[in-house]
């Protein structure tokens, strides 16, 4: 494999035939290598049924709902190796993947609760994950926000303190937000007027060693259909060579008519984390837009 897709959607009950569809015609038209869904609202019965129209071409693993809340399934191709997964709640499932590139790193898909007592406990239990040292990215529906920018609509008192312990969260595991193309929102309550909200309730989260294994990475957001939260497809592409080049930044391309606006794009926006794992986050970013013929050169 040159790259990994990791597809991860909200998709608000997973039974409904017009949503099986939505999520066979992702599949076909992205081609992820592994697809999340979180908030599936199915039982065990009900998972196993749906799991099973798959089966031919995925292997899965799935945590049942709570009558009509929650529920988490994953979907991955057989040729990502040897694939443990590993649940310790309702709120999280673990996959434990042995390949080649990398050799070993884990996925955590995250459904958290709305309460904040036990948003703290979910981040707890996560924050154990870090000490394994091994590469490591999370994605899901954290249902919090990192600041005021992340929200549209209403106060922002009703995300305040979820996303405090969002931040301690983030930063005290050393954890990076992936960034996003497209809308800045992931998730809207579908209100008319006033009562619109809008919030990127859903995100890319990974540690240092996950991202020094890709050249360069993107995560887009979808249209929202059938559901209030739009799917994220995470693009990973893995180093051409076995040596990484050393990157250095061309006066030439000052010439370039959007060289300042894809430069001010990698900076802009906050990362919560230390100041020098922040600065090599910024330049990862900055390093793999300028490089990336597709979307920066064809552009200009």
């Not at 066979?24 to 998972?47: F, K, Q």
């Not at 649940?87 to 390949?99: D, Q």
């Not at 036990?118 to 154990?128: E, P, R």
């Not at 051409?240 to 894809?262: D, G, I, P």
Request: hydrophobic content about 40%; glycine content about 4%; proline content about 3%.
């Amino acid at each position: 494999m040159d790259s990994i897709k990791i597809l991860c959607w909200n998709c608000r009950g997973s039974s409904n035939p017009r949503t099986t569809g939505r999520i066979r015609a992702l599949m076909r038209e992205l081609s992820p290598n592994i697809v999340c869904l979180v908030e599936t609202r199915a039982d065990e019965g009900r998972a196993k049924t749906i799991c099973k129209k798959f089966s031919k071409a995925w292997e899965w693993a799935a945590i049942p709902a709570n009558g009509m809340s929650g529920g988490i399934i994953i979907f991955w191709k057989h040729e990502m190796g040897l694939v443990t997964p590993l649940a310790h709640s309702r709120y999280v499932l673990h996959l434990i993947v042995s390949n080649e590139k990398p050799k070993e790193w884990i996925l955590s898909v995250v459904y958290n609760s709305q309460h904040i007592q036990v948003q703290k406990s979910v981040w707890c239990a996560l924050a154990g994950m870090s000490s394994l040292n091994l590469p490591w990215i999370l994605t899901g529906d954290f249902n919090a926000i990192l600041s005021t920018e992340e929200h549209r609509g209403g106060g922002f008192d009703h995300y305040s303190t979820k996303s405090k312990y969002f931040s301690e969260f983030i930063s005290a595991n050393q954890l990076f937000d992936l960034g996003y193309y497209g809308s800045p929102y992931t998730w809207c309550n579908k209100q008319n007027g006033l009562a619109r909200r809008w919030a990127r309730l859903d995100r890319y989260l990974a540690n240092s060693s996950w991202i020094s294994c890709f050249d360069s990475y993107y995560n887009k957001h979808l249209c929202r259909t059938l559901s209030d939260h739009s799917p994220m497809l995470l693009t990973a592409r893995f180093f051409t060579s076995s040596k990484k080049k050393v990157f250095r930044f061309e006066n030439y391309w000052f010439e370039h008519a959007l060289c300042h606006q894809k430069v001010y794009k990698a900076w802009n926006f906050k990362t919560v984390t230390s100041p020098l794992h922040a600065f090599a986050h910024l330049t990862s970013r900055t390093r793999s837009i300028l490089l990336d013929k597709k979307t920066f050169w064809h552009v200009c």
